[in-house]
């Protein structure tokens, strides 16, 4: 079984739509947990990132992290077609695991017109 | 632009063969990671290194190596290369400053897109 677990889609959504994107783990000693995105297989850029239990929220982005289910969200309101990526989770231990990501698989989202 | 650089872009080669990957960290960053990503496998950690230094090993065949130079620069070294190592490698860095309870936010380089023939 793999440390995490991200929704595999793909998602096709139309404009507008709110998205959810959802990843689960099974390792407790995961602290902080990222969201990236991914255009066409290129290098992945850091969309959200939040230490322990709770939300945070970034314009149309919004990130949720439930410690106690080992399941973490990240929310696209009002969503465009240059949403229209893969989105990998990423979970890290921090310090003291020299700092390593283990990462999701991704789930690739396309907003239509 | 990440400030993450890596050459080369494209590489196709044959079995058998040896290529170096080369990444240049952000300026500053002391920390360079190093991933595979294939189309059925996700995105792997391969290696990390610190200031010269490795730091953590993930899924790293003994094929492959790699060395962080006092410049900061990193190479990755595939050898003996098989038809499955064709991938996206990536190099990411981040500044690494050993805190703990600090996060080092990794900041991913455009990769080099590995064809094995």
């Known amino acids: 079984q793999k440390e995490v677990e991200q929704d595999p889609g793909p998602l096709s959504v139309p404009e507008g739509a709110i998205v959810s994107l959802n990843c689960t783990y099974s390792?407790?000693?995961?602290?902080?947990f990222m969201w990236y995105r991914q255009y066409s297989r290129k290098g992945p850029e850091l969309l959200m990132y939040t230490y322990s239990s709770g939300n945070k929220e970034d314009g149309r982005f919004t990130a949720q992290v439930d410690k106690s289910s080992k399941y973490i969200s990240l929310f696209i309101r009002d969503s465009q077609p240059s949403d229209s990526a893969t989105y990998l989770c990423?979970?890290?231990?921090?310090?003291?695991?020299?700092?390593?990501?283990?990462f999701g698989d991704g789930t690739t989202l396309t907003v239509k017109p | 632009d990440s400030g993450v650089t890596q050459t080369p872009k494209h590489l196709i080669t044959a079995t058998g063969q040896r290529v170096t990957l080369r990444c240049s960290p952000r300026s500053g960053d002391l920390s360079v990671y190093w991933y595979q990503q294939s189309l059925d496998q996700g995105l792997q950690f391969l290696i990390q290194?610190?200031?010269?230094?490795?730091?953590a090993k993930g899924n790293i065949l003994e094929r492959f190596s790699a060395q962080q130079f006092p410049d900061l620069h990193s190479e990755l070294n595939l050898s003996s290369l098989e038809l499955g190592d064709s991938a996206l490698y990536f190099c990411?860095?981040?500044?690494?400053?050993?805190?703990?309870?600090?996060?080092?936010?990794?900041?991913f380089g455009p990769g080099t897109r590995l064809l094995v023939l």
């Open positions: 290194y610190y200031n010269g230094e490795e730091r």
């Open positions: 990423a979970m890290s231990a921090g310090f003291a695991n020299a700092g390593k990501s283990t």
């Open positions: 990411a860095s981040s500044v690494a400053t050993g805190v703990q309870g600090y996060q080092e936010t990794q900041y």
């Open positions: 390792n407790s000693a995961f602290q902080y």
